[in-house]
């Protein structure tokens, strides 16, 4: 620790130098963490007992064909299956097509206990769920527009042949806050002949109900004229992701080539910086210091400076995509954008590594260069 | 203890540059006691700085013996012989060599932070080493505030501070002018007067050797009687 001066001191020993690498690697760990981060938003799935008891319910054609409502009495009456929600898609233009979010109509009186993550308060969901034209709203989305309750919202049909006019009835809060619910037999009573459901969500009784029930109601409906494809809540999420192709891989390359070009960038500073100092080793190593010792200094050093980075790139993304909503500008297709632990400790962790790297070559050879040698190129 | 302080018997130094060979030192047989002030002196290129070197432990020879208080340090392994210098060896060097990065404190400090000394035990030995050279109230400067003449007084410091039996200093006076030059050695010579140290100066000033107890002289790597001071 009697060292830590003299580390210190050699980090700042050219001011303008190291702030420019310490901001280089600040902002490539700042590129890196947000895009790893779009990843792993991409590839969040609800979390929790419950959402692992979820099934998805489709048309095997797709998600564009519809499913005729009386498969849901059949569906409802499988053993292990608890409760069966209808919902669907409605895809409407609020007042502007810029202002794109999720909308759903689904049954109201399921809702709440089919999403157990999404929290209201019991007035508000009564309120929702006796009131046909009632809808709810995600906090985040209720800001967005500035909604208060009792509000009323159009929603412009782009898939349906009538537009919805809704009513605000309450603002839940939960992972996902980008997303509105209205009832499904509004939607069915509005649009008189589309008495047909986009998905059907189902919670079942326990984890090997699940495994049963997946196979089992694809099999039920295999002959019938509204075939099924049937998928836990995970799969049907990841689903969506792998139609935009492949993110992992292109997120990847880019991330690997931001990790090597700020490499490259500390690893000349490094070089540069003791090439300055040759004669200063020399002279330490003739005050007795070991070329271990020596080595282990300018680690310190370098590992000092990455580190310096990470924390005002890593942990600096961390705390403003706490401030600024992100998700928020995305149209709903992340519903969070939040830097996870788990991003942190593989900055930290890269850090270190880069510290190392940008700098063990050239410290290693200048360290055991012979003194007098090290000497006799200043003189 | 009657046994030298250095003891080098047909030493030889030989530097190899790709194919050629450079014969810095050859055939040196050379005794210091102890308390000596010895003055090296030379014309350049002649080995002053190599035969230095070998007697600090910061160079090898090729072959000879080369004993240095006691131990033939040759036969050490470079850590051995790291901290063998960092007990033993206070060296001085023409270009002064202080971390730039560093206080004038900080730079005596350094070879401490290898001992096992409390900070607050090398606070005080820091300090008694500045004060010893004059400069006691200059411990906050960095290098660049200094003038070479105390830069070259801290640098002194740094050498004795932690007490080593030998201080050896490499034309230490070289880059100073006529009153720092002064300065330096009268410090030199209360080192070897009044604390016993043992010396080991090359020089090409002679005011410098007139302080000297013992005179070599080195040409083409051989070891020559020294001449008179006048003549030379
Ligand atoms: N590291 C080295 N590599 C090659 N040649 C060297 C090296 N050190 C010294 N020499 C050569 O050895 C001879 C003596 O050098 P040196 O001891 O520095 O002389 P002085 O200090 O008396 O001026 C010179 O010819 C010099 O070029
Ligand atoms: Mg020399």
Same mark, same amino acid.
């Given at each position: ?28 760990? #700042? ?17 929790? *007992? ?25 569906? *409802? ?13 409605? !895809? ?35 309120? #929702? ?22 509000? @009323? ?12 006019? &809704? ?5 839940? $809060? ?107 080793? *020399? ?32 942990? !600096? ?63 | ?7 080098? @018997? ?26 000596? #002030? ?37 036969? &050490? ?15 001085? #060097?023409? $270009? ?5 990065? &560093? ?102 000033? &002679?005011?410098? *050797? ?23």
């Amino acid at each position: 620790m009697k060292f830590l001066t003299l580390i210190f001191k050699n980090a700042f020993r050219n001011r303008r130098r190291t702030l420019l690498t310490v901001l280089s690697v600040a902002v490539s760990l #700042f590129l890196l963490t947000t895009l790893v981060t779009v990843l792993t938003e991409l590839y969040r799935t609800p979390e929790g *007992a419950d959402a692992a008891l979820r099934i998805v319910i489709r048309h095997s054609v797709g998600l564009a064909v519809l499913l005729p409502e009386a498969h849901r009495q059949k569906i *409802a009456a499988m053993p292990g299956v608890v409760d069966v929600m209808a919902m669907s898609w409605f !895809g409407g233009i609020y007042v502007d097509e810029r202002n794109f979010f999720a909308q759903f109509a689904v049954d109201a009186d399921k809702l709440f206990d089919m999403f157990t993550e999404n929290r209201i308060p019991p007035e508000q969901r009564e309120a #929702f769920v006796r009131e046909r034209q009632a809808a709810v709203a995600g906090r985040e989305l209720a800001d967005r527009f500035g909604w208060k309750v009792g509000e @009323r919202v159009t929603l412009k049909a782009t898939i349906y042949p009538r537009d919805v006019e &809704l009513i605000l009835r309450g603002f839940y $809060t939960g992972p996902d806050e980008t997303q509105l619910f209205f009832h499904w037999d509004y939607l069915k009573e509005t649009m008189s002949r589309y008495n047909s459901v986009g998905t059907f969500w189902v919670k079942a009784r326990s984890q090997e109900d699940v495994d049963r029930l997946v196979a089992e109601i694809d099999g039920t409906f295999r002959n019938t004229n509204a075939p099924t494809k049937t998928e836990t809540e995970k799969g049907f999420l990841l689903g969506f992701v792998s139609m935009m192709g492949n993110v992992k891989l292109l997120i990847t390359v880019i991330s690997s080539a931001v990790v090597f070009t700020i490499l490259l960038v500390a690893a000349n500073t490094m070089a540069m910086s003791i090439r300055e100092r040759a004669p200063e080793i *020399a002279v330490m190593k003739t005050l007795g210091y070991q070329s271990r010792l020596l080595l282990g200094l300018i680690v310190a050093e370098s590992v000092f400076l990455s580190l310096a980075g990470w924390l005002l790139g890593g942990v !600096g993304a961390r705390v403003l995509f706490g401030v600024v909503k992100v998700s928020r500008y995305t149209g709903g297709m992340l519903a969070q954008f939040e830097v996870q632990p788990a991003t942190l400790a593989g900055g930290f962790v890269l850090a270190v590594a880069l510290g190392v790297l940008s700098c063990i070559f050239p410290a290693y050879r200048a360290t055991r260069v012979t003194i007098s040698e090290a000497l006799r190129r200043v003189a | 203890m009657s046994e030298a302080a250095v003891q080098l @018997r047909d030493l030889r130094k030989v530097f190899r540059r790709d194919s050629m060979e450079i014969v810095a030192l050859e055939n040196i047989h050379l005794e210091v006691q102890r308390g000596d #002030f010895v003055c090296l002196m030379g014309p350049s290129g002649s080995g002053k700085s190599t035969l230095l070197n070998l007697v600090a432990g910061i160079d090898r020879p090729t072959s000879g013996e080369l004993h240095v208080l006691g131990e033939e340090i040759s036969r &050490l392994s470079e850590s051995q012989l790291a901290a063998w210098r960092n007990r033993h060896i206070g060296f001085v #060097f023409q $270009t002064f060599n202080l971390i730039p990065v &560093l206080t004038a404190f900080e730079n005596v400090e350094l070879p401490l932070l290898l001992t096992k000394l409390s900070s607050k035990e090398r606070r005080e030995h820091v300090e008694m080493a500045l004060k010893l050279v004059g400069l006691a109230d200059r411990m906050a400067h960095y290098p660049r505030q200094l003038s070479g003449g105390q830069e070259q007084r801290v640098a002194i410091a740094r050498a004795i501070v932690a007490d080593p039996t030998l201080v050896l200093a490499d034309e230490p006076t070289g880059d100073l002018d006529a009153h720092s030059a002064d300065e330096v050695l009268k410090i030199l010579q209360q080192l070897n007067r009044e604390f016993g140290k043992t010396v080991l100066l090359v020089t090409h000033d &002679l005011r410098a *050797a007139r302080r000297a107890t013992v005179r070599h002289y080195l040409d083409k790597g051989l070891l020559q009687d020294a001449p008179p001071l006048e003549m030379a």
